[in-house]
T-cell receptor, first 108, second 118 residues
Framework: RKEVEQDPGPFNVPEGATVAFNCTYSNSASQSFFWYRQDCRKEPKLLMSVYSSGNEDGRFTAQLNRASQYISLLIRDSKLSDSATYLC?????????FGAGTRLTVKP | EPEVTQTPSHQVTQMGQEVILRCVPISNHLYFYWYRQILGQKVEFLVS????????KSEIFDDQFSVERPDGSNFTLKIRSTKLEDSAMYFC????????????????FGEGSRLTVL
């Protein structure tokens, strides 16, 4: 089983749509969880951390279910600028393991 | 705004040659990482470094790889004898802190060094 597994995508959605990404992780000792965003041929950048109680940052909502080892990201009212690859990142110790990413394209 | 800088941005080398990729992490950060990303594939963890020693490494980080922090600023990744399959983007990242086993900060990535092995 892969350490961090994500929806393969790609997701092609119209502007204004709501889209959800899922991620599962295999290491039950994982303690820190993040969503990163990567634009084409660029470095990953932190989108948001994921907290146990769930957290929201503007149009973005992240959820964590430790029992199911599952993380989600919800994007509401998607914008053209949201087009990117979204990376689920999980950390158990002195490393941070990335999922393969889910590609999102938002179309006019 | 402080940033992680990497050099070179692109290096082309012949198979079997040694390559050194350089990184200057953000100055007050304590943890340093190398990741690689083969074109079209996932970001793969190579190694983490803390207090002048490797703290964790992946199965990819075999004997042909080494890391060093020769002075207070540079953090280098050496690939001793490059193979075709080493062609990838190599990202350096730094992290300000950990607390009690939990990563409390984000990874700050450099723009990457693209390595092409011919």
């Amino acid at each position: 089983r892969k350490e961090v597994e994500q929806d393969p995508g790609p997701f092609n959605v119209p502007e204004g749509a709501t889209v959800a990404f899922n991620c599962t992780y295999s290491n039950s000792a994982s303690q820190s969880f993040f969503w990163y965003r990567q634009d084409c041929r660029k470095e990953p950048k932190l989108l948001m951390s994921v907290y146990s109680s769930g957290n929201e940052d503007g149009r973005f909502t992240a959820q964590l279910n430790r029992a199911s080892q599952y993380i989600s990201l919800l994007i509401r009212d998607s914008k053209l600028s949201d087009s990117a690859t979204y990376l689920c990142v999980v950390s158990a110790s002195n490393d941070m393991r990335f999922g393969a990413g889910t590609r999102l394209t938002v179309k006019p | 705004e402080p940033e992680v800088t990497q050099t070179p941005s692109h290096q082309v080398t012949q198979m079997g040659q040694e390559v050194i990729l350089r990184c200057v992490p953000i100055s007050n950060h304590l943890y340093f990482y190398w990741y690689r990303q083969i074109l079209g594939q996932k970001v793969e963890f190579l190694v983490s470094f803390y207090n002048n020693e490797i703290s964790e490494k992946s199965e990819i980080f075999d004997d042909q790889f080494s890391v060093e922090r020769p002075d207070g600023s540079n953090f280098t990744l050496k690939i001793r004898s490059t193979k075709l399959e080493d062609s990838a983007m190599y990202f350096c990242a730094s992290n300000p802190s950990w607390s009690g086993g939990t990563n409390t900060g984000e990874l700050f990535f450099g723009e990457g060094s693209r390595l092409t092995v011919l």
